[in-house]
């Protein structure tokens, strides 16, 4: 499962769909890898185009993570897949819901190393799909910080990606720097780690050249 999810993370969907698919034989034996797996799967899907089949992926992650005999952080992963497809299926307010799930789980059990990070990334993600732009980048921020906290790289490119969309939207003075200087903070992580996020850095690009001059001023 971890050789799927780098895979995935470096870009190389094809091979990280097979390593993925082996890790995902046994729903019964192995929860925990195969919720993870399932996880995994949902960012693939969603990297490559395919929302409709990242949501199956995480309805299955969901409904293993319902049963007996499934970890506490395994329990926390499938309800960041669940909000993540949600986004990425444009289901908003269900989006909230399960990422909301998944941060009163982490709460509880304190044992995701860093997921909440992800957990974030999706609420603020869903909220600027509700309009709700200042709780977006309240998230986005708070992802940051959970992130950095664990040392997790990956997670860290995923929630500063997530600010520069928030403040990107957001448009108030002085967010036009502060959006460039996460870019900045994401390209070299990316550099740093070898991760595949160029459609993710796009866009976040292409949302700074849309913004208006005076976000670059404070007041």
């Known amino acids: 499962m971890v050789r799927g ?28 890898t195969f919720i993870w797996s399932q996880v995994s799967q949902v960012f693939r899907s969603i990297r490559v185009g395919d929302s409709d089949r990242a949501m199956r992926y995480a309805q299955r992650a969901a409904e293993r993570a319902a049963a007996d005999n499934v970890s506490r952080t395994a329990q926390v992963a499938a309800q960041v897949g669940l909000a993540s497809a949600r986004v990425a299926t444009g289901r908003h307010a269900d989006a909230r819901d399960a990422g909301l799930r998944a941060l009163e789980l982490d709460r509880e059990y304190g044992v995701s190393f860093g997921v909440a990070a992800l957990a974030r990334c999706a609420l603020s993600a869903s909220a600027l799909g509700r309009g709700e732009v200042g709780k977006a980048v309240g998230y986005a921020e708070e992802a940051v910080a959970d992130a950095s906290e664990s040392g997790a790289a990956l997670f860290l490119i995923d929630a500063t990606l997530s600010r520069v969309a928030a403040l990107a939207t957001r448009r108030l003075p002085g967010d036009l720097g502060e959006a460039r200087g996460a870019l900045e903070s994401a390209n070299a992580l990316v550099a740093e780690t070898g991760a595949h996020r160029i459609a993710e850095l796009d866009r976040c690009a292409a949302l700074l050249q849309a913004m208006p001059a005076q976000s670059a001023e404070r007041v």
Do not use: K, N
């Open 5 to 32: 999810w780098t895979l995935v993370e470096m870009g190389r969907f094809e091979e990280g769909f097979d390593s993925l698919d082996a890790a995902s034989a046994d729903p019964e034996g192995q929860p925990g």
